[in-house]
């Protein structure tokens, strides 16, 4: 079964920024072994994957949903680190994708958080639960309730109690 449009689109946009991102061009692009030098790429990563693969793939209906594009997202960065693990520079392609990993989830999360995808119908009820809780800090419902809860009343015995007993043993 195809993605759902809405969901589709999301993941078009989300594809759409992070490919602009300026950190994303080690990962625009299919690993090319033969032109960056790196013969024993295909031994070290057996599921290469790469923006370019991605976007062919949303593009064609490939995803069945959007944690499909994030399985593939994540892979992409757990590629490049396992292949330049030894490549400790700051500007390595490990840690440009640690740090592109970074965006990439926050975007994600900002695309697909539970917010995000919350219906109308959801959204009138936050609202309501909203004004109801604004109400109740206006009537000061919440220092009543600390004031007169069974919890607090327990607590205000017992320091009576203790000063009780303090007065008495002349403390």
């Known amino acids: 079964m195809p993605m759902p449009s809405d969901l589709h689109a999301r993941c078009a946009r989300l594809h759409a920024d992070l490919s602009r991102h300026a950190l994303a061009w080690p990962f625009l692009e299919p690993v090319d072994p033969v032109a960056l030098n790196v013969p024993t790429y295909y031994e070290v990563i057996s599921h290469p994957m790469d923006l370019a693969t991605m976007g062919a793939k949303l593009n064609s209906g ?5 944690v499909e594009y994030r399985t593939d ?3 992409m960065f757990a590629n490049a680190i396992e292949f330049n693990r030894d490549d400790e520079r ?11 990993q ?7 999360d900002a695309f697909f958080s ?7 119908g959801s959204k009138a009820e936050l ?17 009543r309730w600390k004031r007169d809860s069974f919890v607090a009343r327990l607590n205000r015995d017992k320091m009576d109690e203790r000063r009780r007993l303090a007065v008495s043993h002349g403390e």
């Open 62 to 66: 490939d995803y069945h949903d959007p």
């Open 73 to 75: 997202l994540l892979l």
């Open 90 to 100: 700051e500007d390595s392609v490990a840690n440009m994708a640690r740090k592109f």
């Open 102 to 108: 970074v965006v990439a989830l926050a975007n994600w």
């Open 114 to 120: 539970e917010a995000a995808l919350t219906d109308w």
């Open 127 to 143: 609202q309501a639960q909203q004004r109801f809780i604004q109400r109740a800090k206006e009537r000061k419902v919440l220092s």
